[in-house]
């Protein structure tokens, strides 16, 4: 479980590989499988998540302690992210994220992104990353939960149907 964890921040992606145990390699390609079947049960403990494109992106909210830290903070008990009552105002109030879009103009310049549902998504995901894990720099991308990804779409749908996912920083 621990490669799993590694994986969901992706800093260290030019790092040397370290040694893994013939167990250990299995194991981690078993629950690899385990992880893209459509049946979530065995990966979801918080019961919203849903299976999505790839593997990196079947991670459960339960399962990053930076997400789990944040919903300790209200409740123990809590088994959702999607429960917290600081999500709505964060990341699905409109007006909210208008304000963070206009903080995104103000520091990155003008977002290429066409649409009001799409640009509301994108600064969704990424105030959620800010609550969560705080500000991580320049091109270091974490997964977004997908029991948190599928509630920002649910709220704001892309038109055509067409999401994009999880994508690892350019390398330039």
């Known amino acids: ?38 049946e979530v049960t065995e990966w979801c403990s918080c019961g919203n998540c849903a299976t999505m494109p790839t593997e990196q ?28 009552p600081g999500l709505e105002p964060v990341c699905l109030n409109p007006y909210s994220l208008q304000r963070e879009f206009n903080h995104y103009r103000a520091n990155y310049g003008r977002l290429q992104i066409r649409g009001i549902e799409k640009r509301f998504s994108y600064v969704g995901y990424r105030s959620f990353v800010g ?31 067409r999401y994009v996912g999880f994508k690892l920083p350019p390398l330039d």
């Not at 649910?154 to 038109?159: G, H, K, L, N």
């Open 1 to 38: 479980m621990a490669a799993r964890r590694s994986a969901i921040v992706q800093t260290d992606i030019f790092d040397p590989e370290s040694e893994v145990e013939e167990g250990e390699e299995q194991q981690e390609e078993q629950e690899e499988v385990v992880r893209m079947q459509p």
């Open 57 to 84: 992106e079947n991670v459960c909210c339960r399962e990053i302690p930076q997400v789990l830290r944040r919903m300790q903070q209200v409740d123990d008990h809590m088994t959702c992210m999607l429960d917290h």
């Open 131 to 161: 609550w969560c894990w705080g500000f991580l720099g320049w091109r270091v991308r974490v997964v977004v939960p997908a029991c948190v990804v599928l509630r920002i779409r649910r709220e704001f749908p892309d038109p055509e149907g």
